[in-house]
């Protein structure tokens, strides 16, 4: 495993709106980008051959459990990536938050909550993206 400057690897954090989120949707959305085409390759393997981790995580200065509000979804790179794969990255998780936002639109009543998704740190050296993205179908 490769890690950042500082001995942390780098992550893409996925928040949830803490006023509007239920209980079951940190953990759906957790599924669903588990499932996603192209990012499900990614956390299969063995060790040494999985290149990202999805998690559940306390969200920064929220108090709660580990599942419900309170919580952030964070996907842990693995492997070292260049900067364009980890825009490419970037761009599925953000996909993928849009298509469950979609389907559990059409699936359950009321609005899905916001969710924002942040890009890992960049490289020095970088050609990335700048910010987080809104993943509520908004441009």
């Known amino acids: 495993m490769?890690?950042?400057?500082?001995?942390?690897?780098?992550?893409?954090?996925?928040?949830?709106?803490q006023e509007t989120?239920?209980?079951?949707?940190?953990?759906?959305?957790?599924?669903?980008?588990?499932?996603?085409?192209?990012l499900e390759p990614l956390?299969?393997?063995?060790?040494g051959e999985q290149r990202l981790r999805i998690e559940v995580r306390p969200a920064a200065g929220a108090p709660g459990t580990a599942m419900g509000a309170g919580s952030e979804i964070v996907i842990v790179l693995l492997t070292l990536a260049a900067q364009p794969a980890v825009n490419d990255l970037y761009g599925?998780?953000?996909?993928?938050?849009?298509?469950?936002?979609a389907n559990r639109r059409?699936?359950?009543?009321?609005?899905?909550?916001e969710v924002t998704v942040?890009?890992?740190p960049h490289d020095a050296d970088d050609t990335g993206q700048d910010g987080a993205a809104r993943a509520d179908g908004e441009e």
Do not use: F
């Open 92 to 101: 599925k998780v953000v996909d993928g938050v849009r298509a469950w936002r």
């Open 21 to 38: 989120v239920a209980d079951s949707d940190v953990e759906a959305l957790k599924r669903w980008l588990e499932r996603e085409p192209g």
């Open 43 to 47: 956390t299969r393997g063995g060790a």
């Open 118 to 120: 942040d890009p890992p």
């Open 106 to 113: 059409s699936v359950e009543p009321g609005e899905p909550p």
């Open 2 to 17: 490769t890690q950042g400057e500082r001995g942390e690897h780098r992550t893409i954090r996925v928040a949830l709106d």
